[in-house]
């Protein structure tokens, strides 16, 4: 009895090892879509932050989180005490270089009469030498006379050197003043923080009192009407990617649902941190409610097919070889997604594919 219970259980157990561990599938015809994935993050358009040019400490917000703003529109006013002071002052030497022309007016005059005393001592003179040789008069009388023109033809000179000298002066203060006029409205402005689009605030990141630099930013803004999708690409399949290709975006905030676009911009340089491409897009259809800063997960379509013999994947191995009950097959392979590849030349829709149990 015991020899005979011993020879089942060996049968029992040669049966079960016996059992095959595969099952078998046929390649099947079916369309296929390949795409590329891409993580992403929902951007307003025209969406940038807000710096301010100069420092300085905000006295005045004169807008909002949410309002819309016009381009040019003030968003905030920082202290300008120092910067008002030094406009007026610059305005005031503005002023004053141009009622120094007054002086110019004055040498002028001098210059003028001069040139007249010039001209009758020259007369003068020479009517002196035409008596002289004449014999009329004295050589005392010649000599002041020679004197006389002399030193009026040297005044007219001198005058004319003083007046060239005070209109470069003048003109170089005037200049120096507008000048300086002009950087000092400039930087009167730069007080006044204003915006560069028509949009949104989306986010106010001081308060007033606060003090904010060119390192700190003002605030967040953006076109509310028109989003973008921001996508990062690997270094390994953007070569794949041009403008134009569907793209099918899925929002972690509206799960189980699918929104459509395309491809507009890729951005040619690689972030070298990431390894990865900057890749931009548009919906075709979107959801009724989005925000800036949403994530998102994208699948670029880089190829369609309609119909083509498939195989799961996991019936391949990386030398592109399946295994079948005729035996082992070289396959030649075209589009694949994450479930399935595409077989062009090496079976058949009636060929037998093993593959493992539960695959």
């Excluded at 020899?3 to 060996?10: I, K, P, Q, W, Y």
């Excluded at 949403?294 to 996991?314: D, F, G, M, Q, T």
Aim: glycine fraction near 6%; hydrophobic fraction near 40%; charged fraction near 20%.
């Amino acid at each position: 009895m015991k020899l005979s219970h011993l020879g089942v259980f060996v049968c029992v157990v040669l049966a079960m090892g016996c059992k095959s561990k595969t099952e078998t599938i046929h390649p099947d015809y079916q369309p296929i879509v390949e795409s590329v994935y891409a993580s992403a993050t929902i951007k307003a358009a025209q969406q940038y932050t807000l710096y301010p040019a100069i420092s300085g400490r905000i006295v005045q917000l004169t807008v909002g989180e949410g309002e819309q703003v016009a381009s040019g529109q003030l968003i905030a006013h920082l202290d300008n005490t120092g910067a008002a002071f030094s406009a007026s002052t610059a305005g005031e030497a503005l002023a004053f270089s141009k009622t120094s022309a007054k002086q110019l007016q004055e040498i002028q005059a001098q210059l003028s009469t001069a040139v007249e005393q010039a001209k009758l001592d020259s007369l003068n003179y020479k009517r002196q030498q035409n008596l002289w040789a004449q014999n009329i008069g004295s050589l005392s009388q010649l000599e002041a006379k020679k004197l006389a023109a002399a030193a009026s033809k040297n005044a007219v000179k001198a005058l004319q050197s003083k007046l060239n000298l005070a209109q470069s002066q003048l003109s170089f203060n005037q200049k120096q003043a507008q000048n300086n006029q002009g950087s000092a409205s400039k930087n009167l402005s730069e007080f006044d923080i204003k915006s560069d689009i028509s949009g949104e605030v989306f986010q106010l990141l001081a308060e007033k009192g606060e003090w904010v630099s060119p390192q700190k930013p003002l605030a967040i803004l953006g076109n509310s009407s028109d989003y973008l999708i921001h996508m990062e690409v690997d270094e390994v399949d953007i070569a794949k990617i041009k403008p134009g290709q569907p793209a099918i975006i899925a929002l972690d905030a509206y799960k189980g649902t699918s929104f459509k676009g395309h491809v507009t911009r890729i951005i040619p340089i690689m972030n070298a941190k990431s390894q990865s491409f900057e890749v931009e897009a548009v919906f075709d259809e979107r959801p009724a409610q989005l925000y800036p800063g949403l994530n998102a997960e994208v699948n670029i379509v880089i190829n369609r097919k309609e119909k083509a013999l498939l195989i799961p994947l996991s019936s391949i191995d990386k030398n592109n070889v399946v295994r079948t009950k005729d035996g082992d097959v070289t396959v030649k392979t075209g589009l694949r997604n994450l479930e399935y590849v595409e077989v062009l030349e090496g079976l058949s829709k009636q060929s037998e594919i093993l593959i493992p149990k539960g695959k």
